[in-house]
């Protein structure tokens, strides 16, 4: 059995083309989309991984876009997302992904602001960029209905018995943002990357509020240390960090994998989350738990 919910519909992701995006596109290739587009800064590699997705999607009339966009201009995400609508009809899911690390480590007073200025633009207002124009396409579209099947055992499809679930709506479209353990905490020397990360869990909640009566859900999925070519670059600078987290990691001792947390982002797109909107969802093996995250 899968370990992905079953998806239908065309989902958009950014930051498809490494890590975490990347993984999360291919997920819902395998998890039944009919369409994914690949959207990143880096076309070749944005290209090459929608090229792959096609080889394992589950839908036969499986396709796949590669599109280069810079998150930190508007007139990009507006292309990208025109793009998307142009070709697919209209977005179910949108997964903003796309982001930068922790690039230098100096405390708060030696802080360099053109270094703060790309983090923040990057991971923050990149963010923001991708949920209003994707927020403005989907309050274009018409909602959607699900009705669950009866239960099993319970055959009688005109009974209004309890057992009937009955139907919902699954709204006009859901938008996931990726966080960080640094959406709820901090470590020493992460001044631009913790006020980013707060900040993309403080545009989450203000989206989801705004847009609820509007049916998009908007949610994030905050991960811990998750082994991607991003924290591998910050492990060979920092290679203690490795037996940090055999230390500190309370579940197991170790980094998520990319697929532990593109699961967590399908399930908050799928049909079972149809009533979850405005949600921080942890994937970081319980570092939140303890003050201070992972220590170097
Ligand atoms: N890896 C971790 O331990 C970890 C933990 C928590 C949160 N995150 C977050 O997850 C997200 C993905 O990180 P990752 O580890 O997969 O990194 P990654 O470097 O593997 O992938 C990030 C992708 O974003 C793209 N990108 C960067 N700037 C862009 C821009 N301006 N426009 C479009 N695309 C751009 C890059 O080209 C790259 O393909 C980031 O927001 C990161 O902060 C990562």
Redesign the pocket.
């Known amino acids: 059995m899968s370990d992905l919910p079953a998806l239908s519909g065309v989902a958009l992701v950014?930051?498809?083309?490494?890590?975490?995006?990347?993984?999360v596109a291919f997920s819902f290739a395998e998890g039944g989309c009919r369409g994914v587009v690949f959207?990143?800064?880096?076309h070749d590699?944005?290209t090459a991984a929608a090229k792959e997705s096609q080889s394992f999607a589950a839908d036969a009339a499986y396709r796949a876009l590669a599109v280069?966009?810079?998150?930190?201009?508007l007139q990009?995400v507006q292309d990208m997302v025109d793009l998307t609508v142009r070709e697919f009809g209209r977005v179910y899911h949108s997964v903003?992904?796309?982001?930068?690390?922790n690039l230098t480590a100096t405390p708060t007073a030696s802080t360099d602001f053109t270094h703060f200025n790309h983090v923040l633009?990057?991971?923050l207002k990149?963010?923001a960029h991708c949920i209003a124009i994707v927020a403005k396409a989907m309050l274009s579209q018409p909602p959607l209905t699900y009705t669950p099947p009866h239960r099993r055992g319970h055959t009688d499809p005109s009974s209004t018995a309890l057992n009937t679930l009955p139907p919902r709506t699954l709204g006009r479209g859901a938008i996931i943002n990726?966080?960080?353990?640094?959406s709820t905490l901090t470590r020493p020397s992460s001044l631009a990357?913790t006020a980013?990360?707060h900040g993309?869990l403080g545009l989450t909640k203000a989206a989801a509020l705004d847009h609820a009566r509007d049916g998009i859900r908007v949610n994030v999925v905050?991960?811990?240390?998750?082994?991607?070519?991003?924290?591998r670059?910050?492990l060979d600078r920092y290679p203690a960090m490795q037996s940090a987290i055999a230390r500190n990691v309370p579940w197991e001792g170790r980094?998520?994998s990319?697929r532990e947390?593109a699961a967590a982002v399908l399930w908050l797109c799928s049909r079972g989350a149809s009533y979850v909107t405005g949600a921080c969802l942890g994937v970081?093996g319980g570092v939140g738990l303890s003050h201070g995250g992972v220590k170097i």
């Open positions: 950014t930051g498809a083309a490494s890590g975490i995006g990347k993984e959207a990143d800064i880096n590699a944005a280069r966009v810079d998150v930190t201009d990009s903003n992904a796309a982001g930068i690390a633009d990057t991971n990149g963010t990726i966080g960080s353990i640094y990357y980013s990360k993309v905050c991960p811990g240390v998750t082994d991607t070519p991003m924290f670059s910050v980094m998520a990319t947390v970081d």
